[in-house]
């Protein structure tokens, strides 16, 4: 049995504030408020694997890729990729042995960010 690590276990009002925020696409603006919205859960989740021996935090790793359409990625859109990772693994706080296997074998094939998030956000109660 994996469990979601509780450190990264986001409250019901954060992730409908997070979901509530317009597209992430290059053309969206957001506001002040809606990017500091977005810089303060990034350091409350994402900056704890920041930390963890690697030599970048997960934000830059996106922000090195461009968007289809040749546009530059702005620090708050490279960090809601990184906070779209860890609200999709919020949607189920536990998983059995079998669907665990699949999820991280499955995630080795996405984004290095996303590998990342799924790595470090699981733990295993029993191991």
């Not at 934000?59 to 990184?82: F, L, V």
């Not at 998030?117 to 295993?124: D, R």
Request: aromatic residues 12%.
């Amino acid at each position: 049995m994996f469990t979601l690590k509780n450190e990264f276990i986001m409250t019901k009002e954060e992730i409908e504030n997070y979901n509530s925020l317009p597209e992430n696409l290059p053309q969206t603006k957001l506001s002040a408020r809606q990017i500091g919205f977005i810089g303060d859960l990034y350091r409350k989740y994402i900056s704890k694997i920041d930390g963890q021996s690697w030599s970048m935090e997960l934000y830059r790793i996106e922000q090195k890729e461009k968007w289809p359409s040749g546009a530059r990625m702005k620090e708050h859109e490279a960090k809601r990729i990184c906070l779209n990772c860890l609200t999709g693994e919020n949607s189920k706080k536990y998983m059995n042995d079998k669907e665990a296997a699949r999820h991280f074998f499955s995630s080795l094939h996405c984004r290095e960010s996303y590998r990342r998030v799924v790595a470090y956000v699981w733990g295993n109660p029993l191991g």
